[in-house]
């Protein structure tokens, strides 16, 4: 799947996202340092924290967020980042 931008409402402002796919993992990039990552449901999505993420993806640690630019990612933004990755994921298998 294709790296796609996505606009989503954190702490009341829209906030651009990147959403980038690796070795099955969706990477979730924000002013250009990873935040998150969610890996695709065996049963359901799981939000690999930070720590977790070092482990499975090969990064710089210049490519992992520092506090600065640390953002909360509740549940209705990861809903909704989920929903978009499913719905392209489909569209790509059309």
């Known amino acids: ?10 702490d009341g402002e829209n906030t ?19 935040v998150a990552a969610l890996r ?7 939000l690999l924290p930070l720590d977790e993420l070092i482990e499975k993806v090969s990064l710089f640690e210049s ?4 506090q600065s630019h640390h953002i909360a990612l509740h549940s209705p933004v990861i ?11 489909h569209h790509s298998l059309l």
């Open 40 to 46: 695709p449901p065996g049963e359901d999505w799981q």
């Open 1 to 10: 799947m294709k790296s796609f931008n996505l606009e989503v409402i954190l």
């Open 16 to 34: 651009s996202i990147t959403v980038s796919e690796a070795d099955g993992i969706f990477e979730i990039i924000h002013e250009g340092h990873i």
């Open 79 to 89: 809903n909704q980042i989920i929903a978009e990755i499913e719905t392209r994921s």
């Open 63 to 66: 490519d992992l967020a520092p």
